[in-house]
């Protein structure tokens, strides 16, 4: 089995690597979050799928919320990151987050992210 870490070259850094995934393609949107993309930038050798995230204060207020929302998507991510085509992928929070409990709320987006990337895998084969 392989590893399934998430390595800082699999992550975005720069603001205009988020600011160009952001105006790319939109693949999924859901009823929390929304995914865009861009092709994989030529500077990263070798071409991967790196991961951005965008859960902005306004959406989802405490920082525990947003803290376990960037957790689950980082997970989700990691477990299919190598099957992904290589791209520049950002997941954004795009809706308020609804008053439930914390274990709730990590079910119900943890089911919605990963419906998204096994999309996106079926999509690239």
Same mark, same amino acid.
Do not use: W
């Given at each position: 089995?392989?590893?399934?870490?998430?390595?800082? $070259?699999?992550?975005?850094?720069?603001?205009? $690597? /988020?600011?160009?995934? !952001?105006?790319?393609?939109?693949?999924?949107?859901?009823?929390?979050?929304?995914?865009? &993309?861009?092709?994989?930038?030529?500077?990263?050798?070798?071409?991967?799928?790196?991961?951005?995230?965008?859960?902005?204060?306004? #959406?989802?207020?405490?920082?525990?919320?947003?803290?376990?929302?960037?957790?689950?998507?980082?997970?989700?991510?990691?477990?299919?990151? !190598?099957?992904?085509?290589?791209?520049?992928?950002?997941?954004?929070?795009?809706?308020?987050?609804? $008053?439930? &409990?914390?274990?709730? !709320?990590? #079910?119900?987006?943890?089911? $919605?992210?990963?419906?998204? /990337?096994?999309?996106?895998?079926?999509? &690239? &084969?």
């Amino acid at each position: 089995m392989p590893r399934t870490t998430l390595p800082p $070259e699999a992550r975005m850094h720069r603001p205009s $690597e /988020f600011a160009a995934a !952001l105006k790319g393609r939109r693949l999924a949107r859901g009823a929390f979050f929304m995914i865009t &993309s861009t092709a994989a930038p030529a500077d990263v050798v070798p071409a991967q799928a790196r991961l951005g995230m965008v859960i902005a204060k306004r #959406h989802a207020a405490r920082a525990a919320t947003r803290n376990a929302l960037k957790r689950v998507i980082r997970e989700s991510f990691r477990a299919r990151r !190598l099957a992904l085509p290589p791209a520049d992928y950002v997941v954004r929070l795009h809706a308020r987050v609804p $008053e439930l &409990s914390l274990t709730a !709320l990590k #079910h119900a987006a943890r089911a $919605e992210v990963d419906t998204h /990337f096994a999309r996106l895998v079926r999509c &690239s &084969s």
